[in-house]
């Protein structure tokens, strides 16, 4: 039995401009706009990264805490007790869960140094699935499974919007109801409304009158595996893979669909899917797509002519 | 060339040691000489120095002062002495990182697997990287992998083991303590039969959070007491990455895909997918492939298997020692034991059993009692009001 290292996770801004990946104590963000490939060297090993929205920002998690990567060559690192086990970073927002005797913290920070929010918020025994920031609207959300055994995959699905107070974070809205059968989640979308999504459709759930978050109206869209949307929430993309008996293979697709009528505007064959991957659309409905693979690289397509083409391949370093 | 001289001097200083008069030498001291000479010479040229002085009859010491060993490559000995160095580094960082982990409550699958390390539950070994790699794997036939000390031998709770140095280019290779691994990007190793961990270099450099992920990794191995079929050995590396080093844990638990023709909750695919297509574990794609001409799905047994778990579920899932304990207890019972337990004679299996249980904490116990594999094993091997019992306590 052993073990070796996976490579790893590539995240793309939201706006598809920048891709980032974070390696043992080497951050990777490469622009696909002006062809940049910076490292940076972190103080601590990395386990997690999230780009804001265009891409200027990078929130770096690691052995000795979390650390903010702006454009230029700024780093600024914030110890924690335990290693953060999810970031999310958004305009001047930056997010981490944190964990403290076998329950999760939401942290938050703001601004280039990182000044601390005051308080927490306890998520409990949280296995999280996902967790998207809302900068400007100084929201988080996050989702996973709940309960004693939900790091083994046992639990009660369940999503909380966060909202970052001056007084300390509080849970605004726990979507425990609404979004039962949800398989993820897509936020901010536009008026910053959370877009929960099954296989075949996606709620948007928006504050209602009262402050109760309420669903807004429903889209049915096929194959919704793993969805993003883009930076003005207008637009979704979203992964979905056919098997072709013939030939034992999955065939790897990506779906466009404009949010306001459910329009799906594009349908584009995945031309490679490494170990993981990264999806982005902009708010143009244009295709960004990052996946890594062994031996470890990273290779970026982008949408021409209703294909996706490599734009972009670099060599991860070992860490 | 002043390094080449110094070495030079070394080497000769080294055999002058070996050369002085038995008398004013401790047992200890000439032996520490002999490890001295073997380190910078190397094992092969000193054994058959000691080959000649053994056939002549002579004291080895005299003869080995006519010796005329080639030059040493100071280089080398630079690059040897390094590398000694740093597996002492390496060790002893690995150290201070178990007392860590043991010592936090953040983690507590880390705390249980720093526990297990700490109490010898494995033999936990630092393997680091020999100065020597490429060549060393060259003439062993492991031709761009890479070459690993110090195992059998070394195990961090004993005093540090290094290897020989190769001297001259006619000598042998000493492998002795040598792990090879023909993929050189693997960091960390299991061995079941004999409760191994190992974890390379590449994992200490990596920091200490990945270093625990591995550890964790490595430790459900050793806990999770699977078969060595394919699929008790695919299980196995599931269970070791959802739960241990956890790379796929950003990949959601919940969320369906469709692969292959079969519905998975996407992290488990992500950890399916990434043995299915990584070489390391070659015997999944093998075993996946061969049923893939049986058009009648319900009976591709390895493919069902497979797709089915899709959660880790182990009678270990923290790698708890105190789990381990009650397990073997268990397993060392059986239905005899129970029957012939009493007040008044208690049996000592059955007494075991139920000092194994009271040391279980309240996460130990859910553990367990979430465990239906655990279970099976409490119905096969206890029974009547042992088994009541333990039971009963389980629920507490």
């Known amino acids: 039995m052993t073990h070796r290292p996976v490579p790893p996770l590539p995240v793309l801004s939201r706006d598809g401009s920048v891709v980032a990946v974070a390696t043992g104590h080497t951050l990777v963000r490469a622009s696909l706009v002006g062809g940049r490939r910076p490292l940076l060297e972190l103080p601590h090993a990395a386990s997690a990264v999230a780009l804001s929205a265009d891409g200027s920002r990078a929130l770096v998690a690691g052995d000795l805490g979390v650390s903010l990567a702006l454009a230029g060559s700024g780093l600024r690192t914030i110890e924690l007790s335990a290693p953060a086990t999810r970031v999310a970073i958004d305009g001047d927002l930056a997010v981490a869960l944190v964990p403290e005797d076998g329950r999760l913290q939401l942290r938050a920070w703001w601004g280039d140094e990182l000044e601390p929010a005051a308080g927490s918020v306890d998520l409990g025994q949280l296995a999280p699935d996902g967790m998207l920031a809302d900068g400007p609207r100084r929201r988080v959300l996050t989702s996973g499974l709940r309960g004693p055994r939900a790091r083994m995959g046992e639990g009660d699905p369940t999503a909380a919007l966060v909202e970052i107070g001056g007084d300390g974070p509080r849970v605004a809205w726990s979507g425990d109801g609404e979004t039962e059968g949800a398989a993820g989640f897509v936020f901010p979308l536009a008026g910053g409304a959370v877009g929960a999504y099954s296989s075949t459709q996606l709620t948007v759930l928006a504050p209602g009158e009262g402050g109760g978050w309420q669903r807004v109206r429903s889209l049915e869209l096929a194959g919704l595996e793993a969805a993003v949307a883009s930076s003005d929430g207008s637009r979704i993309g979203w992964s979905f893979s056919v098997y072709d008996e013939a030939s034992s293979q999955d065939v790897g697709y990506i779906g466009v669909a404009q949010l306001e009528n459910g329009a799906v505007e594009q349908t584009l064959a995945v031309p490679l899917s490494g170990t993981f991957s990264a999806l982005a659309v902009d708010d143009g409905g244009a295709v960004t797509f990052a996946t890594t693979g062994r031996p470890d690289r990273l290779v970026v397509f982008a949408a021409e002519a209703g294909v996706l083409v490599p734009r972009l391949e670099i060599e991860i370093p070992s860490g | ?396």
């Open chain 2, 1 to 396: 060339m002043r390094d080449l001289e110094s070495a030079q001097v070394r080497d000769e200083a080294a055999l002058r040691s070996v050369e002085t008069p038995a008398a004013a030498q401790s047992a200890d001291a000439e032996a520490a000489a002999l490890l001295e000479l073997q380190r910078t010479v190397g094992n092969a040229a000193l054994t058959r120095r000691l080959q000649v002085a053994r056939d002549l009859g002579s004291p080895g010491r005299r003869l080995l002062s006519r010796y005329h060993h080639p030059p040493a490559d100071a280089h080398d000995i630079a690059a040897f002495d390094a590398t000694r160095h740093r597996h002492d580094a390496n060790r002893a960082k690995v150290q201070g990182w178990l007392d860590d982990g043991a010592a936090q409550n953040h983690d507590r699958m880390l705390r249980n697997s720093c526990q297990w390390a700490k109490a010898g539950r494995s033999k936990i070994y630092v393997l680091t990287k020999t100065h020597d790699s490429t060549a060393r794997c060259a003439a062993a036939h492991h031709a761009g992998g890479a070459a690993w000390f110090s195992y059998p031998a070394g195990e961090l709770s004993a005093a540090a083991v290094y290897y020989a140095r190769h001297a001259a280019a006619a000598d042998p290779w000493d492998n002795t303590n040598i792990n090879f691994w023909d993929d050189p990007s693997v960091d960390g190793f299991n061995d079941s039969t004999t409760r191994v961990v190992a974890l390379m270099e590449t994992a200490v450099a990596r920091g200490s959070a990945y270093f625990y992920r591995v550890l964790k990794h490595e430790t459900q191995h050793a806990a999770d007491l699977h078969d060595t079929t394919d699929l008790g050995r695919y299980k196995s590396e599931f269970r070791a990455y959802w739960l241990g080093s956890g790379e796929f844990n950003s990949v959601s638990a919940t969320a369906q895909v469709h692969h292959l023709g079969w519905t998975w909750n996407a992290r488990q695919w992500a950890i399916f997918d990434d043995m299915y297509n990584d070489t390391t574990y070659g015997y999944v794609k093998t075993a996946w492939d061969a049923e893939n001409g049986e058009h009648d799905r319900t009976k591709r047994a390895f493919q069902n298997d497979v797709v089915n778990f899709k959660r880790p579920e182990s009678v270990n899932p923290e790698n708890s020692i105190r789990v381990d304990d009650f397990q073997q207890a268990v397993q060392a019972a059986s239905h005899a034991d129970c029957t012939a337990d009493s007040a008044a004679h208690p049996n000592a299996k059955v007494t075991a059993v139920r000092t194994a249980l009271a040391a279980l904490d309240a996460n130990d116990r859910a553990d367990v009692k979430a465990s239906t594999d655990f279970d099976a094993m409490l119905t096969a091997h206890l029974t009547g009001t042992v088994l009541t019992d333990v039971r009963t306590a389980l629920a507490r």
